[in-house]
């Protein structure tokens, strides 16, 4: 059998994991220990992200002509793919935090919602709330308002009770 025959099944799980995905970033893992790297993909796999160490080339060749193609410069040496379909931020923010406690972790690079983002630029997304939290945030804003609004007016029925009841 071919080596290409061996190959492809990987190049097409790759292919898989990047079909409809909103997010992916590379990450050069050199240096974690077992613990750590438990660790991270534990809390990886809670957050519905896919955390992967694939060959270079396997990667190239799943990304090709893909909007995850920008990432080729970047699979050099050890890397993992943490790759997300449901929470465009939520690799960049796991990881991003976890680099914070673990240094070995370097985040390299990523794509997110179809733009390419630098080291710096992951970063900068990992501090996006998700988007579950936009959403409850912005609810809770529209909800605290209404909430005061029906207080004032359950007083002034009240107070117009109060009085009615006095007369």
């Given at each position: 059998?071919a ?6 099944p990987?190049i097409?799980?790759?292919k ?6 909103q ?6 893992y050199?240096?974690l ?26 990667v ?41 406690e673990a ?13 390419y983002?630098?080291?710096a ?25 209404i ?21």
């Open positions: 059998m080596k290409i025959e061996l190959k492809q990987i097409d799980e790759i898989t994991q990047l079909q409809d995905a997010s992916a970033v590379i990450v050069d050199r240096g220990t077992v613990e750590q790297d438990t660790r991270l993909r534990k809390e990886l796999r809670e957050a519905g992200v896919t955390y992967k160490v694939y060959k270079n080339t396997m190239r060749f799943a990304i090709e002509g893909t909007e995850f193609e920008a990432l080729k410069d970047a699979l050099e040496g050890p890397n993992a793919i943490a790759i997300s379909k449901t929470d465009a931020t939520a690799p960049a923010r796991i990881l991003a935090k976890f680099a914070k240094e070995a972790l370097e985040i390299k690079c990523g794509i997110v919602e179809g733009t983002y630098d080291q630029g992951i970063k900068a997304i990992s501090s996006i709330p998700s988007r579950e939290e936009l959403l409850s945030k912005f609810l809770g804003s529209i909800q605290s308002p909430a005061n609004f029906a207080r004032v007016i359950k007083q002034i029925a009240d107070k117009q009770d109060g009085a009615a009841a006095e007369a």
